[in-house]
Structures are given as C-alpha cells and as structure tokens.
C-alpha cells in the first residue's frame, strides 16, 4: 500500500485563526515533507521530518510549524492564518536512502482563508 | 544549488497527436529525475523515475522521458494523447547535497488536451 493520506481534504480558516493539517502514511517511510502549491506556481517545501528531526526552510521558518507524534502521523500547524495562507498542502513520504528520492504525494489539503 | 526549468508554461495538443514536454536541469551531477503529474483537484502522482542506465524510461499511461546528461535535460513525451492527460507535468531532479530526499520542482507545463 503506497497510500498517503490527509486530513481534511478542505478547510476554511479564518484570519488569524490557527489551522492544523494531518498526513498520514504506513509504508514505514522515515521522512515525511510538507509543501505549498498555488496555482501556476512550483510546489515549494516548507519542512520535512527525517525521523524525529524537524527541518524548516529558511524562508518559512517562522510561519509554519510541524509535529510527528509517530512515524506514521505528521502534522502541519499555522498558528495565525492571513490571506496568503490560502493554497494547497500537499503531504509526501519517502524513504531517501534506501529508496532514492521518490516521493509518495497525498491528495491534498486545500486551504481556504478568509 | 540544483535548479530545472521547464520552459513550456501551457501547451495545447489535439486528441491522438504526440506531446513533448521540456525539461532541463542545472547539476553538473548525473541525478536522479522524477516527472511527476497533478490531474485537477489532486495530489502529485509520480509518472516515471530514472536512476541509472538506459537514458530512456518508460512511465505509466504510455508516457516515457528521455535523459541526455550532454544536454542536462529530461524530456516527457507521449506518442499519442487522451483527453484524461490534460493535467499539469512537473519535471524534479533531486536538490544536490544531503540525504533529505529533497527535490526541486519545475514550475509545471499545463497540459490541455482538445478534441
């Protein structure tokens, strides 16, 4: 099973108010990514988890923020929505050195602020 | 830093015509390449991958990609397309130093099949 799931599918937030994304996987995998897509743009990554290490971009650093209780389960936390929050949030696994640099996308979380 | 370009921002195909779709990357480093695929309303769906060897990969739903290190490019092409392949087409080779598994993505060719 190669599924990675997350939850909800949509949320409409806010400004100002937090929002809390849930991804989950059961391939085993040891990183888990979380990226931002807008329309007509890249995905651009926000932070990725190796194992209980949390990595942030530099340029996200303080805008985002991440937890994984478990290695199935990773979460991505806003703590104060504005406009420019509102995209897509895709959730990926993988499993970099056996596997290489495939990554296994979820379906998405489209975030709506306003 | 690796960067890639996909210079095609929007293509438009006919039904049953071939499609080609750029990408170049900048690591003077052979890399690992992924063309990964986004139907509307869902996530990325990997499409083909390559890693070593013969530089031409097949992929799923007839699609194959073609590897030229002279060239740094990776190039997607499909002989004959399917209203289903409007999509958008995302080239990434792996951003260069580290194990993090990190990519960078190519800002995306839209795909727009017509009948």
């Known amino acids: 099973d190669t599924t990675v799931k997350q939850n909800p599918r949509y949320k409409l937030a806010r400004v100002g108010k937090p929002v809390n994304l849930i991804c989950s996987q059961t391939?085993?995998?040891?990183?888990m990514y979380w990226y931002q897509k807008k329309p007509n743009q890249a995905p651009k990554l926000l932070l990725f988890y190796y194992d209980k290490i949390l990595n942030r971009e530099a340029d996200t650093f303080e805008k985002f923020q991440s937890s994984r209780p478990n290695n199935s389960f990773c979460s991505l936390y806003i703590g104060s929505a504005g406009l420019e929050y509102s995209a897509m949030y895709l959730c990926a696994s993988s499993r970099p050195r056996d596997w290489g640099y495939e990554q296994y996308f979820g379906p998405g979380t489209r975030l709506t602020v306003l | 830093a690796q960067s890639v370009t996909q210079p095609d921002a929007r293509v438009t195909v006919s039904e049953g015509a071939s499609l080609q779709l750029r990408c170049k990357y900048s690591s003077s480093v052979t890399p690992y390449l992924f063309w990964y695929v986004q139907y509307p309303r869902q996530g990325l769906q990997l499409l083909l991958k390559y890693y070593s060897g013969d530089p031409v990969v097949q992929g799923v739903n007839g699609f194959e990609a073609e590897f030229s290190k002279s060239n740094s490019s990776f190039h997607l092409r499909k002989a004959s397309v399917h209203w289903s392949d409007s999509a958008v087409y995302f080239c990434?080779?792996?951003?260069?130093?580290?194990?993090?598994?990190?990519?960078?993505f190519g800002e995306g060719t839209q795909v727009t099949v017509i009948s």
């Open positions: 391939m085993n995998h040891d990183t």
């Open positions: 990434a080779p792996p951003r260069t130093g580290g194990l993090s598994g990190k990519l960078t």
